[in-house]
């Protein structure tokens, strides 16, 4: 999100933590998605190469979270662009936190 100035200070965005059903959603999508590539969990952690495909478990159970970079790798392996897996957290308003100059 950009900063967005006005006369009274500066408009900065306000970074709120994932609600527990945008998180839910994300699991799900991230399930679907390597389903829909014709992979199991062993495949992606494979060729991933993490030791373990109770990794990629954690993600689909919404009992870990993801970075950015997973993100972009996971998406890249399953043929879909990110946005996809974020839904409506992409596109909804924008919170913002007004600073007024002293």
Not at 37 to 55: F, K, P, W, Y
Not at 80 to 98: C, H, N, Q, S, Y
């Amino acid at each position: 999100m950009a900063e967005q100035a006005d006369t009274e200070g500066l408009r900065l965005p306000v970074w709120r933590k994932q609600t527990e059903g945008e998180r839910r959603k994300l699991a799900e999508r991230l399930r679907l998605a390597r389903e829909g590539s014709g992979l199991n969990q062993r495949d992606v952690a494979e060729r991933l190469g993490i030791g373990s495909h109770s990794i990629i478990s954690e993600l689909e159970n919404g009992q870990r979270r993801l970075d950015v970079v997973e993100l972009m790798v996971l998406a890249s392996l399953y043929g879909k662009e990110p946005a996809w897996f974020l839904g409506d957290a992409v596109v909804g308003p924008a919170l913002t936190l007004d600073i007024k100059s002293r």
